[in-house]
């Protein structure tokens, strides 16, 4: 199913019936959980290390686009358990989150900008 009709539950309950079966409720603390993200997260990132120029998915070839799909799969399936385990939900955090970042950087001052400015412009 793809992203437009899957809803965040649907994921999170998958991830929940994939611990459940392997009995791994007891491994995936919180700590635990936040450190494997962190690990793939870091194997997703090893893809692009040393890469002179960005490139877009046209460029990769079938093989290096399915090992990032998969390293990205990684990141989302923990991501997804380390909410279940701290009972976040992740709808709401994301909204609240980009309220937050919408304040921080408004679109008028911050468009087309990568870099924060500092206080004298």
Not at 35 to 59: D, K
Not at 81 to 86: C, K, L, P, R
Request: proline share 5%; with cysteine.
């Amino acid at each position: 199913m793809p992203d437009q009709t899957t809803t965040i539950s649907e994921l999170k309950d998958l991830m929940q019936q994939f611990v459940a079966e392997r009995d791994w409720q007891p491994f995936h603390t919180p700590k635990n959980l936040s450190m494997s993200l962190a690990i793939e997260a870091a194997e997703l990132m090893e893809h692009f290390q040393w890469v002179e120029n960005p490139m877009g998915p046209t460029e990769w070839s079938e093989i290096d686009h399915q090992e990032v799909k998969e390293e990205l799969a990684d990141v989302m399936c923990y991501a997804l358990s380390f909410a279940t385990a701290m009972n976040i939900d992740i709808a709401d955090a994301v909204r609240e989150k980009m309220k937050k970042n919408a304040q921080k950087y408004p679109a008028e001052q911050f468009k087309g900008r990568y870099q924060i400015r500092d206080e004298r412009g």
